[in-house]
């Protein structure tokens, strides 16, 4: 059974550091590259952060340098590490394996980042 639980998102002031966790259920997690995706109010679903299975990692220029991804193959987890938060890293933080459709494939139910002060 395929399932992603993304969890550990809240209510931080800028400048402030979360780390979020997803649980994969599903054999096809651990041999996909995963990447963590967020969703501003009225924007898109963005990939922010990927890791393969090897554990290379690839960011978007807007988080470099203050997010690290990272994953456990043996146990089925990724994570994002965020630090020095900003206003507009607020969004819905979904994770999930690299060129997964909105349409046609499993999400779980993402957790709430908002970085406010």
């Known amino acids: 059974q395929v399932q992603l639980v993304e969890s550990g998102g809240g209510l931080v002031q800028p400048g402030g550091s979360l780390r979020l966790s997803c649980a994969a259920s599903?054999?096809?997690?651990?041999?996909?590259?995963m990447g963590w995706y967020r969703q501003a109010p009225g924007k898109e679903r963005e990939l922010v952060a990927s890791?393969?299975?090897?554990?290379?990692?690839s960011y978007a220029d807007s988080v470099k340098g203050r997010f690290t991804i990272s994953r456990d193959n043996a146990k089925n987890t990724v994570w994002l590490q965020m630090n020095s938060l900003k206003p507009e890293d607020t969004g819905v933080y979904y994770c999930?394996?690299?060129?997964?459709?909105?349409?046609?494939?499993?999400w779980g139910q993402g957790t709430q980042v908002t970085v406010s002060s």
């Open positions: 999930n394996r690299i060129g997964s459709s909105l349409k046609y494939d499993y």
């Open positions: 599903g054999s096809i997690y651990t041999v996909s590259t």
């Open positions: 890791v393969t299975p090897g554990g290379s990692t």
